[in-house]
């Protein structure tokens, strides 16, 4: 092929092109490439890659040079670039071997995708669906992010629901960065960590000589909390002994420490988180009636996540980004198939096995993208265990439907209602997609 023609074959391609000699000198470098790093092909031409494609990993590992030792082709790693102008700007690579028409290696390949827009997008998205560090775009939390602030600004008792792994915490924090009470400390326990005999003087300390070996003063978690917010998780689990006493805190403002004589101010606010049903467990005589009411002033449900699976794709993609910052990794994103995997599946451990999930994924991957083998094995099952994919006859099974339901779901809210985009996604044409949808009475 004559020159001229490779190069207008080069410059019509949309994805930024150049090829180095065995001594790193850019032979070529096309119009898209020009555009994306705001260097001209007069410039680039001649000098060394380095200089011109300013990457984040030339010093630390160059992939180019990995292909060229390697002969292993790499695709879609994304990595971050500096312009001429000396913006960072985010970019996919892709490598190969340059070959002439003997087969003899005479150079290398890197082609270049500019993720600024999709960048862009993500950090639209993550604003829009971020609140504090609660990442959501159901609606039951997004009305929940609406009343927070108002919440967190009374000095009312919350009540936090849900499931374990649902995130009760992060609520908890939330209310309490929004309160005027902010600069003050944000201290929890779990009433379900300890015994009896220990919650006791780790809620109210004691003074020395109170017991056997309390040989000088300790305070207790309300007075580290004091002036900010007292988290008690698991409150369902404090014994009856106790709830007695907490309920004096509730409503007098004091408590006594072990050993003393006289009651200690709590300044503090009390937010109560649980993973039972504190009515069920009232009426059935475990927890104390008048504590609850005293408890339940405001109270937040947070649903599990197998009823708010239009959150797994934004969840994930969080989780991705922060362990590939926390372990050094760049990792892409997932597959349609491992994206459809996990919204199949039901998480009984909530957002918290989500992202062990996530995490398992990154010690079994070792390409760009995380795919269906690298998941958890409870998650690869759903598939292995009878159920098929989603382009594959179900029968009449209303578990896979139930799952197949929350798979074509998900896809449809991560790409807006867009059916053909959604049937792409998951493999299968629109009109089968859209007779699923029928079959299963999705909108």
Not at 129 to 153: G, W, Y
Not at 157 to 180: D, M, Q, Y
Request: with cysteine; net charge neutral; proline share 5%.
């Amino acid at each position: 092929m004559k020159p001229e023609a490779f190069a207008m074959i080069l410059d019509s391609i949309a994805d930024g092109v150049f090829t180095v000699s065995p001594e790193w000198q850019i032979t070529s470098w096309n119009r898209a490439a020009e555009q994306i790093t705001g260097f001209s092909a007069e410039e680039a031409v001649g000098s060394f890659c380095h200089d011109v494609f300013r990457a984040n990993v030339c010093q630390s590992g160059c992939v180019l040079r990995q292909t060229m030792e390697t002969g292993e082709n790499l695709v879609n790693r994304p990595i971050n670039i500096l312009t001429r102008e000396g913006y960072e700007k985010p970019v996919s690579i892709s490598t190969a071997l340059l070959r002439d028409e003997a087969g003899k290696v005479v150079g290398g390949v890197e082609t270049f995708r500019d993720l600024s827009a999709l960048e862009r997008l993500r950090k639209k998205l993550e604003k829009e669906f971020t609140f504090e560090d609660i990442i959501s775009k159901h609606h039951l939390i997004q009305r929940l992010f609406e009343i927070l602030p108002q919440v967190a600004e009374s000095e009312s008792t919350v009540l936090i629901e849900g499931p374990s792994g649902s995130g009760k915490e992060l609520f908890a924090r939330a209310v309490h960065n929004l309160s005027p009470r902010k600069g003050k400390p944000f201290v929890g326990v779990s009433c379900a960590a300890l015994p009896e005999n220990l919650l006791e003087s780790e809620l109210f300390g004691y003074r020395a000589g109170a017991f056997t070996g309390a040989g000088r003063d300790k305070p207790g978690r309300f007075a580290a909390a004091r002036g900010g917010t007292l988290f008690l998780d698991e409150i369902g689990e404090i014994p009856q002994s106790l709830q007695v006493k907490l309920l004096r805190v509730l409503q007098e403002k004091v408590y006594e420490p072990l050993g003393a004589n006289q009651p200690v101010p709590a300044e503090v606010r009390i937010i109560a988180a649980t993973n039972r049903d504190l009515r069920q467990e009232m009426e059935q005589g475990r927890f104390r009636e008048d504590l609850y009411y005293r408890l339940n002033v405001v109270r937040i449900d947070l649903p599990p996540l197998r009823r708010r699976k239009v959150d797994i794709p934004l969840l994930a993609d969080h989780f991705i980004a922060h362990f590939n910052a926390e372990k050094g990794r760049d990792i892409s994103g997932l597959t349609p198939a491992a994206l459809a995997a996990l919204t199949a599946y039901d998480f009984p451990g909530n957002v918290r096995e989500l992202e062990n999930a996530i995490e398992h994924a990154f010690v079994m991957c070792r390409s760009a993208w995380i795919d269906v083998p690298h998941l958890p094995p409870e998650i690869i099952a759903i598939r292995d265990n009878g159920l098929p994919a989603v382009g594959e006859d179900a029968g009449d099974g209303s578990a896979f439907e139930t799952a197949e339901a929350g798979v074509i779901r998900a896809a449809l809210a991560r790409f807006d209602g867009h059916r053909v985009k959604t049937a792409q996604s998951l493999g299968i044409h629109k009109t089968t997609l859209l007779r699923k949808m029928t079959k299963l009475g999705l909108r």
